[in-house]
Structure formats: C-alpha cells, structure tokens
C-alpha cells in the first residue's frame, strides 16, 4: 500500500582511512531528475575521485546504478542496496569520495559506501505515500462527538476543522478505506452526515503508519 520516499535533500559525510565519503539523497519523480541531480553533484565535486550513484524510481520502476571506476561491485550496488533495504522509492543517492592514499579493498569499499547511503538515509525524513481521497464531513454539533470519538482509531488524516453553523471536518482517506469509511459515518450518524469525497492523490501518512493496514 502506497510507498516510501523522502521529503526533501539531504547531505552527509564521514571519513574512512583519510578518504572522505560524501552522501547526497535527494527526491525525483523522473529518470530526468535524478541524471540532472547526479550532474549536479558532478559539478560540484569536479575534483573528487568518484561520484557513485544509484537511483530508483517508480516511473517504469526503474533502477540504475553506476560504481563510477570503483571495483565493479564495491559502490554503486551497496548503495542501491541501503535504499531497497529501506524500502524507498522516487530517490536518488550520490555518494562521492575525496581519496585520500589509502587502499579501502573490495570489503572496505562495500562496507564505506554501505555505510555513507545509510547515514544519509537515517537523516532523512521518511515519507509513506499512499494514495488517498479528499473527504469532508459535514454535522450537527450533537454528532460531532461520536465522530470526534471513532477519527483517531483509523489511519485518517485530519486536516482541518470548521466550527460554523455545522461542523465542517477536512480528511484524507486512504484510497482502499474510503468506501467503508464512508459507510461507517453513514451508519455511526444514522444518516445524518454528509459525506463529500473528492479527486484521488497521494499524501503523507507517515504519522499514522502504524495504523495502516
């Protein structure tokens, strides 16, 4: 059910026996944007030794990754790797290496380049997208709270609340919930609600992930 990706770009680093990694994870919807942001990165680090990068996306669900002169094996598929393992898509991750003299071997790169993604994975914010409905409910004040009451036990996401003649409550449904939450206000307010849902998109639920099903 829906999918995970990251909220905005990150920048990490480390350094490992004189050689400085330096991560950077960033969101793209397409195969354009995550070349343009491997390119960046290129640009900005003309003297580093290497820029080794993996991407994936959900467009076509593409996958790419390059060691970028590294030992076939030791960079661009760990990296790729941190980010399957972490369940993220729509990201691309460029991890560049400043040399510093020092052999890593194919062990020491693996685990250096392993090791700089997760860094920059772990200062993300993590995202769970998950395709969802607009609704809004509109009551009585003697409904709202019944309806107050039963919000917080489902993986909804209230957005806003209007206190006028009525009550007017902004939600965002879950795509495959959407119909029996519709009729389980229906039923909960005997009929005497409205229920107004609207065009699908995707939203961030990772506030109530844990109540997802």
Known sequence: MGYRTIAEPVKTSFVEKKSEFIATLVPVQTAEEAIACIETVRRENRKARHNVYAYILRENHMTRYSDDGEPQGTAGVPVLNVLQKNELTDVCCVVTRYFGGILLGGGGL???????????????????????????????????????????????????????DTVTLSLLVPEELTASFQADMIEL???EISVQVDALQYADFAAVADRLP
């Not at 693996?110 to 769970?128: D, F, G, M, N």
């Not at 409905?133 to 019944?146: D, E, F, I, R």
């Open 189 to 191: 307010t005997n009929g």
């Open 110 to 164: 693996v685990r250096a380049y392993s090791h700089s993604a997760a860094l920059a994975v772990e200062a993300a914010a993590i995202q769970t997208m998950v395709a969802c409905h607009p609704v809004t409910l509109q009551m009585a004040y003697s409904l709202y709270g019944k309806v107050s009451y039963r919000l917080p036990q489902l993986p909804i996401l209230q957005q806003d609340a209007v206190f006028g």
